[in-house]
């Protein structure tokens, strides 16, 4: 439990900022205590990121104050920011592979002796923020060669080598594995044991549940209330975030599927070769996939999709055996892949939304042959504008700019003008707020009403459970078993992920 001082630690009064077009945030407050974990919470586009960015010095506000130990501070910069011992860990982590640990735990901080950089010191302090996170590594091992899991160590060891005393932790585990995740926790309360204070930022409600001693919730750049701990229920922060009772959170009808859409059989990927996948989706079915990290899902994804390569087997879609050399192959054939990474794999992400919109139906368009449509794509995207609900100022806006949920519509649009047959969707609400995954989830089940097939891969468990007609359960390269809607339970799919034979 949280330690609590007469005065907050860190406070933020009525702050505002806005950018062209987009009212970020408007008189927001935040207050963190002494040895306390916050957990700020919020749908995409709520604020989170403008108001941790404004505490890290990467942005000024427009209006506001914000005090540490009662007294009124300016964070003009990252580097005064680290001066009041405030550090921000960045989703995206921010190390230099090619530098060892210690390097990067010193960048741009270097101690020196006798004008030359005292790497000895390095090692020896390097060694003692290591072990305070419980990080038995040389400092110096080349911090590309280390798990993702141990690089976001690595970061929170850099932050505390600036004698931090507030963390800001941007979704910290996207990218974990469980068993990383659970050391992340570890590593979490016994810096809060030892006072330091951290502000957790995180679209999955089980671990603020389990981690937070408070809850901040903003929504539309606004407060949206604040739980005490005894307050933190997945109803209530699900009621605070988007303003309404979520009743019906997953969309499922029950309604009858047609016939096999597509047909799998005895396919090779070139990750797992010695393994055969046969299965079939039917026409309005969703089938989810389940399974560990590492049990060769996406990889099936990708060889459906013309991706990787396929080493054996056959596939058809309505009954007809297709043939499949690259992307192209299956994109004809009416297959669609809504990849796992969007940012790097989804999107141009650079590029506006429409021209993100049209990318998959340029070929179609095109005029004479040679030229782009820009009216055809102008429509669609206005079109998918509409339909999927996404959250842009206008089709022009540049797609980094969008929240994750609205970045992940738009890859959905993407595919969805060109009315695919068969969509396969890969960690489909991965990073996305729980307003957002609602509408994705209700696409999801409009589709199968259409007689699209989905095949889906969750590592969710609650979203395997809950959209699922079916879950095939992978284990090393190979489905261990079949579960329909009424065998579906968390302990069947964990016996299935772990290897266990199929005892449906």
Known sequence: ?????????????????????????????????????????????????????????????????????????????????????????????????????????????????????????????????????????????????????????????????????????????????????????????????????????SHRLGEVKDLADSVCVLRDGENAGELGHDEITHDSMVRLMVGRDVSQFYARQPHKPGASLLEVAGLRTSTYPSEELSFTVRAGEIVGVAGLVGAGRTEMLRTLFGVDPMLAGTIRVDGQPIALHSPRDAINAGLALVPEDRKAEGLVIDMPVRSNVSLA??????????????????????????????????????????????????????????????????????????????????LMETLAEQGVAVLFVSSEMEEILGMADRALVMHEGRITGELTREQLSEEAVMHLATGGADAA
């Open 361 to 442: 139906s340029l070929r179609r368009h095109r005029r004479l042959g040679v030229f782009r449509n820009e009216s055809a794509e102008r429509s669609d995207t206005s079109a998918m504008i509409d339909k999927l609900n996404i959250k842009t100022p206008s089709a022009e806006q540049i797609a980094r700019l969008l929240s994750g949920g609205n970045q992940q519509k738009v890859v959905l649009g993407k595919w969805l003008t060109m009315s695919p047959r068969v969509l396969f969707l890969d960690e489909p609400t991965r990073g996305i707020d729980v307003g957002a995954k609602q509408e994705i989830y209700s």
């Open 1 to 201: 439990m949280t330690s609590v001082t007469e005065s907050p630690l860190l406070s933020v009064h009525r702050a505002c900022k806005s950018f062209p077009g987009v009212r970020a945030l408007h008189e927001v407050d935040l207050t963190l205590n002494k040895g306390e974990v916050l957990a700020v919470i919020g749908e995409n586009g709520a604020g989170k990121s403008t108001l941790m960015k404004i505490l890290a010095g990467v942005q000024l506000p427009d209006s506001g104050d914000i005090r540490l130990d009662g007294t009124p501070i300016v964070i003009d910069s990252v580097q005064t920011a680290l001066s009041h011992g405030i550090a921000l860990i960045h989703q995206e982590l921010n190390l230099s592979g090619n530098l060892d640990v210690g390097a990067n735990i010193f960048l741009g901080r270097e101690p020196r002796r006798f004008g030359l950089i005292d790497k000895q010191r390095i090692r020896e302090e390097s060694k003692q923020v290591l072990s305070l996170v419980g990080l038995d590594v040389s400092p110096d091992t080349l911090a590309g060669s280390l798990s993702i899991g141990r690089q976001q160590l690595v970061e929170i060891a850099k932050a505390l080598s600036t004698d931090a005393r507030v963390l800001i932790m941007d979704e910290p585990t996207s990218s974990l594995s469980h068993g990383e995740s659970e050391r992340l926790f570890e590593v979490i309360r016994d810096l809060r044991r030892r006072g330091v204070s951290i502000i957790y930022i």
